[in-house]
């Protein structure tokens, strides 16, 4: 089992920045690629940024592509998300996900662990 523990969301402006924190526990994190995903009132989970095992590959949700960036520190067993020029578009539940692939990502099935999410509100 991992646990996935993010922290970090929290109200900012347009054009603020905000850095989501994925704490993991219970098993060798740098055996597993990462995800952000998002969800906002009323729509479907989408995938927002993955990394994989080493950190070396990352691929982004074309939207946020140049305004967020993804990165882990294995060991910290942690992985981040710096979100910057943040709209209130962005304003949704954010989640952390591991996978056993190691690769990065993109799809929910393809995730074995996931958090709690945390609050992200932009307001305009």
């Known amino acids: 089992q991992v646990q996935l523990v993010e922290s970090g969301g929290g109200l900012v402006q347009a054009g603020g920045s905000l850095r989501l924190s994925c704490a993991a526990s219970?098993?060798?994190?740098?055996?597993?690629?990462m995800g952000w995903f998002r969800q906002a009132p009323g729509k479907e989970r989408e995938f927002a940024a993955t990394?994989?095992?080493?950190?070396?590959?990352?691929y982004y949700a074309d939207s946020l592509k140049g305004r967020f960036t993804i990165s882990r520190d294995n060991g910290k067993n942690t992985m981040y998300l710096q979100m910057n020029s943040l709209k209130p578009e962005d304003t949704a539940v954010y989640y952390c996900?591991?996978?056993?692939?190691?690769?990065?990502?993109?799809?929910?099935?393809?995730?074995?662990?996931w958090g709690q999410g945390t609050q992200v509100t932009v307001s305009s």
């Open positions: 990394i994989n095992w080493s950190g070396g590959s990352t």
């Open positions: 219970g098993r060798t994190f740098s055996n597993y690629a």
């Open positions: 996900a591991a996978t056993a692939l190691r690769r990065v990502a993109t799809r929910t099935g393809e995730y074995n662990y």
